[in-house]
């Protein structure tokens, strides 16, 4: 079975951390900064109410904290691109990187997926944005 997304997110973004070079124990103390690039289609409910619920899960989350300027790097850019499915279902794509002009290519690609979401399941999955097993 594979590992919980955030796992596997957190222990990359660790890894690009000292890669740049910063500090480990500043590092270790500071919360991991987060840059939500949301995209969803005019149409897509089901998309505006799981960009909310990242937003406010993000913003509660003692692990990470909300990034809003794209210029204050280095830190982890998670890009959702939401478009409508059907009436109570939308289709998501997902990417993490982490973004660090210091670094060559500017960053690093850490993961991807596409999936679904259904209206009575927004919070989960918000709480867990990785494929199905």
């Not at 955030?6 to 991991?32: C, D, F, K, N, Y």
Request: proline share 9%; aromatic share 6%; with cysteine.
């Amino acid at each position: 079975m594979p590992r919980p997304i955030r796992s596997v997110v957190l222990r990359a973004a660790v890894a690009a951390v000292l890669a740049a070079g910063l500090p480990t124990t500043a590092a270790a103390q500071e919360r991991v900064p987060v840059l939500l690039d949301m995209t969803v289609s005019g149409d897509d409910a089901v998309g505006r109410m799981l960009t909310f619920e990242l937003k406010e899960g993000l913003r509660g989350a003692r692990s990470f904290r909300p990034v809003d300027d794209p210029k204050a790097w280095p830190y982890l850019r998670v890009a959702i691109v939401t478009l409508k499915a059907g009436e109570v279902t939308s289709a998501l794509g997902v990417t993490y990187v982490y973004d660090d002009p210091r670094m060559p290519l500017d960053g690093a690609f850490i993961y991807s997926a596409v999936h679904t979401c259904g209206r009575d399941r927004t919070s989960a999955c918000a709480r867990s944005p990785r494929p199905p097993a």
